[in-house]
T-cell receptor
């Protein structure tokens, strides 16, 4: 019973590097989300998906890309890492209007 | 767009006492959900309680209850018999229906529990 699995848990990037944050869920949820949490703040929505092949922008999408080729996976890509993207990233999933299940987060530092 | 406001950055409560955390929100929708999430130092996001806006009855989960005032757009969380394990960040969040189920969070409140 894994729930929502995020990898990696920690990562340090240099400015300009790219990387993909992985998110997988095994609950057959149709909705998936990516949030970021800056220090002392609440979570802000980056991108979300209501099903395979469907994605949409959230509140803070600039600098990120997503894809949803399967129900289970929803990777988040940073193309050109910038210091402003230093944050904790959370992936979440839900079925319809049920509460969202969150992963444990990825702490990302860009130096 | 929806907004969620938590104006108290920090609160403290004595163990075994009761504390109330405040939250206000703004929306033009009539049907929606409201949530309280707990985030301990482990940074996990743990659902505490959920309220459906069309329900007049306030939600309750063991020691946690809410005071939902739809007209005033107010959604406070009451923690009874506070325990040391309740110390955490608490976030109020708004969610819509269906494709609008993405969450809008407040800035959070840090709750400390004094032994």
């Amino acid at each position: 019973n894994a729930g929502v699995t995020q990898t990696p848990k920690f990562r340090i990037l240099k400015i300009g590097q790219s990387m993909t944050l992985q998110c997988a869920q095994d609950m057959n949820h149709n909705y998936m989300y990516w949030y970021r949490q800056d220090p002392g703040m609440g979570l802000k929505l980056i991108y979300y998906s209501v099903g395979a092949g469907i994605t949409d922008k959230g509140e803070v999408p600039n600098g990120y890309n997503v894809s949803r080729s399967t129900t289970e996976d929803f990777p988040l890509r940073l193309e050109l890492a910038a210091p402003s993207q230093t944050s904790v990233y959370f992936c979440a999933s839900s079925y319809q209007n049920q509460p969202q299940h969150f992963g444990d987060g990825t702490r990302l530092s860009i130096l | 767009a929806q907004t969620v406001t938590q104006s108290q950055p920090e609160m403290s409560v004595q163990e075994a006492e009761t504390v109330t955390l405040s939250c206000t929100y703004d929306t033009s929708e009539s049907d929606y959900y409201l949530f309280w999430y707990k985030q301990p130092p482990s940074r996990q996001m743990i659902l505490v309680i959920r309220q459906e806006a069309y329900k007049q009855q306030n939600a309750t989960e063991n020691r946690f209850s809410v005071n939902f005032q739809k007209a005033a757009k107010s959604f406070s969380l009451k923690i009874s018999d506070s325990q040391l394990g309740d110390a955490a960040m608490y976030f109020c969040a708004y969610g819509g229906y269906g494709a609008n189920s993405k969450l809008t969070f407040g800035k959070g409140i840090t709750l400390s529990v004094r032994p």
